[in-house]
């Protein structure tokens, strides 16, 4: 039987960031790297500049003025927004040959756009915390579903089955069939790509949040986005009754229940727009 960090050790020679973001990163955490240093490994990869340019840009950032350089966009955003949004277009295009029977590449990306756009609003409203972090922690929280789909997909559709068949999580039934759960997976390749260690624990642990110990509120602001994702793409409506949320989670965000309605209309609103600007592939039918 596979475990999690044997399944990713199989995998991680398919799933490689690419060499601009690996050299971003080596370059941000050098002690001697200065702004041009960063602006210049990203000015380099044609590709890198246009989608971050064309992000920056956008609506989600409502800049107040357009950003037409690197260079800029890293004087307005900072070098840690600027390398988790190169981050979050690498690990997408890490992925974009990936495809089998079981499930739609778009439409699991959106499923981690809006993720993603939940997270940041939520994080805004806990105010004092940074954005782009939980941003990225949504976008990739359910990545380890990519690996078990692609290297175990008769499993991995078992425990889909039996999730529906016992209404149960989906976690839940992956171990019941696998052993481990998704979010073991994506946390396992994180470590195997040296993503910062606040990403690792928020993707192992927003399924189980009273688990986290260090990034405690981040991790709970990706349950929360989580849940409201599920109901979203299921066309469930937000309340207490509907929303799985663990009560920790609302405990340690300050958040409630009742602001999510508002949060959800804003989401709606954002989360097609910035799906068109990550990524490319066709739609499901």
């Keep these: 039987m ?7 050790k199989e995998s991680v020679e398919l799933i490689s960031l690419p060499d601009v973001y690996i050299r971003l990163r080596n370059v941000i955490n050098s002690p001697d790297t200065s702004m041009a ?16 340019l064309k992000l920056v840009n956008s609506s989600f950032f409502n800049l107040a003025s357009k950003v037409d350089t690197i260079t800029h ?15 979050a277009t690498s ?7 990936f495809s089998n029977d079981y499930f739609n590449l ?13 997270a940041r609003l939520l994080a805004y409203y806990c105010k004092d915390l940074d954005t782009e972090r939980p941003f990225v922690a949504g976008l990739l929280h359910n990545i380890g579903h990519l690996v078990t789909y692609q290297k175990i997909p008769e499993e991995s559709r078992s425990a889909l089955e039996l999730a529906a068949h016992k209404n149960i999580s989906v976690y839940m039934a992956e171990r019941e069939i696998l052993g481990f759960d998704y979010a073991q997976v994506g946390a396992e390749l994180m470590r195997e790509w040296q993503l910062p260690r606040s990403l690792q624990e928020i993707t192992e642990f927003h399924i189980e949040p009273e688990k986290a110990s260090e990034f405690q509120l981040e991790t709970a602001i990706i349950h929360i986005a989580s849940a409201m994702t599920q109901n979203a793409i299921a066309q469930i409506p937000v309340s207490s009754e509907t929303l799985a949320v663990n009560p920790m989670c609302w405990q340690i965000t300050g958040l409630s229940v009742d602001n999510m309605p508002e949060v959800k209309k804003e989401v709606d609103q954002q989360a097609s727009m910035l799906m068109n600007l990550l990524f490319t592939h066709k739609k499901s039918a």
Excluded: K, M
Excluded at 2 to 7: F, G, I, K, P, W
Excluded at 37 to 52: F, G, K, M, Q, Y
Excluded at 77 to 84: K, N, P, R, S
Excluded at 91 to 97: A, N, P, Q
């Design 37 to 52: 240093d960063v602006a210049e490994v990203i000015a380099n990869d044609p590709s890198a500049t246009a989608r971050l």
């Design 73 to 87: 966009a890293i004087n307005l955003l900072g070098t840690q927004q600027v390398h988790d949004l190169v981050l």
């Design 106 to 118: 778009y439409d699991f990306w959106f499923n981690g756009v809006y993720c993603a756009v939940t």
């Design 91 to 97: 690990v997408i295009d890490s992925f974009s040959g």
């Design 2 to 8: 596979h475990s999690a960090q044997n399944l990713v």
